[in-house]
């Protein structure tokens, strides 16, 4: 094989004479050997390294596979025993709401406030202007979790303050209700005054140590206050009598009864009927003698009976 070189400047030209294999070489260079490149790598791959896709491979992933079907189920089931754990605890909340309202009602029902006032079954109203700054930047808002054991705190606080508040109110309460006030009658009037009078029976001056309602026989005698009833039956000079002890060391009695509505131990409140207007005992006509004992000892009952009630 010959290669003809040219020189343009001279003009002369110069023949190589190449050996006649050198063309097949560099076919064999240029074409066979990347083919068995190409099949030694093949070889190498598939038949020396170990497969990348392999049953041993397959039967690999397929077991992770099960273990994150596994975990997912299990957080799953985790995630309904809380959702149903929340929901019993929110349901518990709403309860207590309930019992916070009705509290809330009878506070207000103690402590005399008018209903328009103060409604528990009304929603609280809200307002305000609306604010300029972009809250929603600097605020996260919290888990549910946490916002409702945060909410059951609250209730528990506000739960013992409202308690609290009750029992003064009922203790206030109480306290109203047994002290003295008003007249032991529902109709009559004042026949005789606490202090020295002329005695009925024998016409000399005598101390009265009571007050004298007169009325209709029959007509009912009531309790000044609340209390307890530590006596109800016949006395010398009282006839049929019911004697109540209100605390702080105040007692009330009531006598000349006709016949009596309680008996001892019995627990009264203010305007109940105790007994009917008679004459029994020492006395002159239907009346009920009022008697007001502080410490053991007779007082004027005048600065009770003129007391308003509340």
């Known amino acids: 094989m010959n290669i003809i070189i040219l020189n343009n400047s001279k003009g002369h030209s110069k ?19 990347p083919a068995l490149v190409g099949v030694g790598a093949y070889i190498s791959a598939y038949h020396v390294d170990s497969p990348v896709f392999s049953d041993e491979v397959a039967q690999r992933w397929q077991s992770e596979v099960s273990g994150q079907r596994s975990e997912v189920a299990e957080l799953n089931e985790q995630s309904q025993r809380e959702l149903r754990a929340l929901t019993l605890k929110l349901g518990d909340v709403q309860a207590r709401l ?31 202007p ?42 206030k309460h109480i306290e109203r ?36 309602f007169a009325g209709k026989e ?8 609340s209390g307890v009833v530590t006596y109800a039956a016949e006395r010398y000079g009282y006839g049929l009598m ?10 009330t009695r009531y006598g000349h009864a006709k016949e009596l509505t309680v ?17 029994s005992g020492r006395s002159t006509g239907p009346h009920v003698h009022y008697e007001v004992l502080k410490d053991g000892r007779q007082v004027n009952p005048q600065p009770y009976i003129a007391r308003a009630r509340r």
Request: aromatic share 6%; glycine share 10%.
């Open 98 to 128: 309930v019992r916070l309202d009705a509290l809330g009602e009878r506070l207000v029902e103690v402590a005399g406030i008018r209903a328009d006032e103060f409604d528990f079954s009304s929603t609280p109203a809200l307002g305000g």
């Open 130 to 171: 609306e604010s300029t700054e972009d809250a929603l930047t600097n605020y996260r808002p919290p888990s549910f979790v946490d916002a409702l054991n945060d909410l059951t705190v609250t209730l528990d606080r506000r739960e013992q303050q409202l308690n609290i508040l009750e029992n003064l109110l009922n203790n």
């Open 218 to 225: 029959g007509s009912d005698v009531v309790a000044t206050a």
């Open 15 to 33: 023949t190589l004479h190449l050996p006649v294999w050198l063309p097949w070489a560099l076919a064999s260079v240029l074409l066979i050997v």
């Open 242 to 251: 019911v004697e109540i002890n209100h605390g702080n060391g105040l007692s």
């Open 263 to 279: 008996k001892t131990g019995d627990i009264v409140k203010p305007g109940e009927t105790i007994a009917k207007m008679g004459s």
């Open 177 to 212: 209700q047994a002290s003295l006030s008003g007249r032991p009658v529902t109709r009559g009037w004042m026949s005789s005054r606490f202090g020295y009078r002329t005695d009925p029976f024998k016409g000399n001056l005598a101390m009265h140590k009571g007050v004298d």
